[in-house]
């Protein structure tokens, strides 16, 4: 029996796992993870690089044109490999992930004006322990998260909504509200770790390892847990971390 169970809009298969399924669902994985790490340390590099240069810092942060530049183009290379990941090559895929990644390390680097770094390296440690047991969890378990899932992404929806109407009003992100913000984003990027892992692991189509097909998917998964761990850690370093 076959179904269409993926964002990605693959026929994954709804039976038991031979023992050379799972060891090529392993692989699969593997791939989502090194690509989902590579964009980390891109991120990672750039915003420590730009975070210690006073200058580049406050450049991006007051700098308007620059600051929401940054941020449009980062939601236009998500929104390109969301809808054009069937249509384009492999490579394409993978330079327009590792652009978004330098895209957000860019943006990320302003949390070294904000935050000590002591505090910003232990948060970044806490949300890497998290974010393997979560996806850990979400590989093993035979339990369907789809429910929770559903629960999550409504929940971010909401947090979508409320960050907006925080743009037009500041006080919405003063005090208790801010840290109630935080602990909603901290359940909500929990729960989608997991959810997500679960997806990506049945997006994969057994038997075309190695074609440009299937690595393409596992970029398009790393994309997806990439923007699940930063957003966790965003979350946890703004309910935990220590400002300057």
């Given at each position: 029996?076959?179904?269409?169970?993926s964002?990605?809009?693959?026929?994954?298969?709804?039976?038991?796992?031979?023992?050379?399924?799972?060891?090529e669902?392993?692989r699969f994985m593997?791939?989502?993870?090194?690509?989902?790490?590579?964009?980390?340390?891109?991120s990672g590099?750039?915003?420590?690089i730009?975070?210690n240069d006073?200058d580049?810092?406050e450049?991006?942060?007051?700098?308007r044109?620059?600051?929401?530049?940054l941020?449009f183009?980062?939601?236009?290379a998500?929104?390109?490999?969301?809808?054009a990941?069937?249509?384009i090559?492999s490579w394409?895929?993978a330079m327009?992930?590792?652009?978004?990644?330098?895209?957000?390390?860019?943006?990320?680097?302003?949390v070294?004006?904000i935050?000590?770094?002591?505090s910003?390296?232990?948060?970044?440690?806490?949300?890497?322990?998290?974010?393997?047991?979560?996806?850990g969890?979400g590989y093993?378990?035979?339990?369907?998260?789809?429910?929770?899932?559903?629960?999550?992404?409504m929940g971010?929806w909401?947090?979508?909504g409320y960050g907006l109407l925080?743009?037009?009003?500041?006080?919405?992100?003063?005090g208790?509200?801010?840290?109630v913000?935080?602990?909603?984003?901290?359940?909500?990027f929990?729960?989608?770790?997991?959810?997500?892992?679960?997806?990506?692991?049945e997006?994969?189509?057994?038997?075309?390892?190695?074609?440009?097909e299937d690595?393409?998917e596992?970029?398009?998964?790393?994309?997806?847990l990439?923007?699940?761990?930063?957003?966790?850690?965003?979350?946890?370093l703004r309910?935990?971390?220590r400002?300057?």
């Open positions: 029996m076959e179904k269409n169970n964002a990605y809009g693959v026929v994954t298969k709804n039976a038991p796992l031979s023992g050379g399924v799972a060891a669902n392993v593997t791939k989502v993870y090194l690509w989902m790490t590579s964009g980390l340390c891109v590099a750039l915003a420590y730009i975070g006073p580049l810092a450049m991006i942060v007051y700098n044109a620059i600051f929401y530049g941020i183009a980062q939601f236009g998500v929104f390109f490999l969301s809808f990941i069937q249509r090559n394409v895929a327009v992930f590792l652009l978004y990644a330098a895209l957000t390390g860019a943006t990320l680097s302003t070294f004006m935050y000590t770094k002591d910003i390296v232990s948060i970044f440690g806490l949300t890497a322990f998290s974010f393997a047991g979560l996806s969890f093993v378990t035979k339990r369907d998260l789809g429910p929770v899932g559903s629960f999550c992404v971010l909401g947090m979508v925080s743009l037009f009003f500041p006080g919405m992100m003063s208790v509200a801010n840290q913000y935080s602990l909603v984003g901290v359940i909500v929990s729960g989608l770790t997991a959810y997500d892992t679960q997806k990506i692991k997006m994969n189509i057994i038997g075309n390892e190695g074609t440009d690595r393409k596992a970029i398009f998964g790393a994309l997806t990439y923007l699940d761990f930063i957003n966790l850690f965003l979350s946890l309910l935990f971390g400002r300057k």
